[in-house]
T-cell receptor, first 114, second 115 residues
Framework: AQSVTQPDIHITVSEGASLELRCNYS??????LFWYVQSPGQGLQLLLK??????LVQGIKGFEAEFKRSQSSFNLRKPSVHWSDAAEYFC????????????FGSGTRLSIRP | DVKVTQSSRYLVKRTGEKVFLECVQD?????MFWYRQDPGLGLRLIYF???????EKGDIPEGYSVSREKKERFSLILESASTNQTSMYLC??????????????FGEGSWLTVV
């Protein structure tokens, strides 16, 4: 069965500290992988996506993610977080061909300690 | 910038009422979606439309219907609202086709409370 797991429900990091949000997936074919961010009271915004090529993907707002096929992971990282990064982050996986088949993880809420 | 607009941000409805959630996108996207978002469950697809008057059930279609009479507009209908439909509803859109990159653009959400 296809699934996406975000093992951390809530993470708190200090402003300026580095961040890593975990995402593991189970998918039968070559996956298309995404990270979205949802600021409080807002819809979701795409941070980055990966289908093929370089396994380290750069996104907006200084985020990057690394695809590790052997670990079925697509973890999101940022070297130094800002208070404005406080939000909920969703990992998603789907086929290359159809957006309606994309499935989302349950999300990780990020809080920033001043 | 792509704009997906959900006309109602906050609604309070009574059990048994018929509820309409409206969504408009301005990017000529073929695909439109309605998701439901609940804490700890992430986003779950209710219905998907890939063209005018075309629709497909998602993972949780029970208790919902949709209407797409124009390409830019996609409506979610709760025929008889129930308290377990209290949730955040997200409309979204995307281009169709494998080379679209499958990027989905989301509206800001509609918070529905059924009392």
């Amino acid at each position: 069965a296809q699934s996406v797991t975000q093992p951390d429900i809530h993470i708190t990091v200090s402003e300026g500290a580095s961040l890593e949000l975990r995402c593991n997936y189970s998918y039968g074919a070559t996956p298309y992988l995404f990270w979205y961010v949802q600021s409080p009271g807002q819809g979701l915004q795409l941070l980055l996506k990966y289908f093929s090529g370089d396994t380290l993907v750069q996104g907006i707002k200084g985020f990057e993610a690394e695809f590790k096929r052997s670990q079925s992971s697509f973890n999101l990282r940022k070297p130094s977080v800002h208070w404005s990064d406080a939000a909920e982050y969703f990992c998603a996986v789907g086929p290359y061909s159809s957006a309606s088949k994309i499935i989302f993880g349950s999300g990780t809420r990020l809080s920033i300690r001043p | 910038d792509v704009k997906v607009t959900q006309s109602s941000r906050y609604l309070v409805k009574r059990t048994g009422e018929k509820v309409f959630l409206e969504c408009v996108q301005d990017m000529d996207h073929e695909n439109m979606f309605w998701y439901r978002q609940d804490p700890g469950l992430g986003l779950r697809l209710i219905y998907f439309s890939y063209d005018v008057k075309m629709k497909e059930k998602g993972d949780i279609p029970e208790g919902y219907s949709v209407s797409r009479e124009k390409k830019e507009r996609f409506s979610l209908i709760l025929e008889s609202a129930s308290t377990n439909q209290t949730s955040m509803y997200l409309c979204a859109s995307s281009f169709r086709g494998a080379d679209s990159g499958n990027t989905i653009y989301f509206g800001e959400g509609s918070w529905l409370t059924v009392v």
